[in-house]
């Protein structure tokens, strides 16, 4: 099994509609990230947990809301789903402790609003 | 705010050696970081430089400026499988936050 996984990995929505990525980790990190990749762009940081109590922004929250559920879980929601947010999602995660210079990524889930 | 500039494709043949170049604006800076991603696949981290100076693993390799700015990623004996994009990240000074460059697309030709 991966150490991150992302469902759905597929999911074409219409606009208006809430639409909820999740994201399950079993590396024991404690910091998890939503990044958005669209092409020419690179990755935007959308927002990132260090713990369960712990929520920030990123870059372009606006439009998204984050749940942190438990350490290994991390779910990103669009209340109102619009074209412009379709665009392929990575959940990464990374650890406090040594090695927090690294990220990892789940597959990434394509999202598609019509 | 972050900015983070790097070439947008780069064209080399096997064999060669390749340096994709990262110039970054950052209003506090912790490392850079390179991340490889194949068409359809997650990125996947390659090497960090918190200090300046060169770092090696294998045929890849990462170069830090930290006076300049600025750093790169240089691939050597190249291979089709190099056919990526790569990114530049910079690691912020909270070493919290990771801000990515658009990426550069790396072609490797027969």
């Known amino acids: 099994d991966a150490d991150v996984t992302q469902t759905p990995r597929n999911r074409i929505t219409k606009t208006g509609k809430r639409i909820m990525l999740e994201c399950s980790q079993t590396k024991g990190h404690d910091r998890m990230y939503w990044y958005r990749q669209d092409p020419g762009l690179g990755l935007r940081l959308i927002y990132y947990s260090f713990d369960v109590k712990d929520i920030n922004k990123g870059e372009i929250s606006d439009g998204y809301s984050v749940s942190r559920q438990a350490q290994a879980k991390f779910s990103l929601s669009l209340e109102s789903a619009i074209p412009n947010q379709t665009a392929l999602y990575f959940c990464a995660t990374s650890t406090g402790r040594s090695g927090a210079n690294v990220l990892t990524f789940g597959a990434g889930s394509r999202l598609t609003v019509l | ?110």
């Open chain 2, 1 to 110: 705010g972050q900015s983070l500039e790097q070439p947008s494709e780069v064209t080399a043949v096997e064999g060669a050696i390749v340096q994709i170049n990262c110039t970054y604006q950052t209003s506090g800076f912790y490392g850079l970081s390179w991340y490889q991603q194949h068409d359809g696949g997650a990125p996947t981290f390659l090497s960090y430089n918190a200090l300046d100076g060169l770092e090696e693993t294998g045929r890849f390799s990462s170069f830090l400026s930290r006076s300049d700015s600025y750093g790169y990623l240089l691939l050597q004996e190249l291979q089709m499988k190099d056919s990526a994009s790569y990114f530049c990240a910079v690691r912020d000074n909270n070493f919290n936050k990771f801000y990515f460059g658009s990426g550069t697309k790396l072609n490797v030709k027969p």
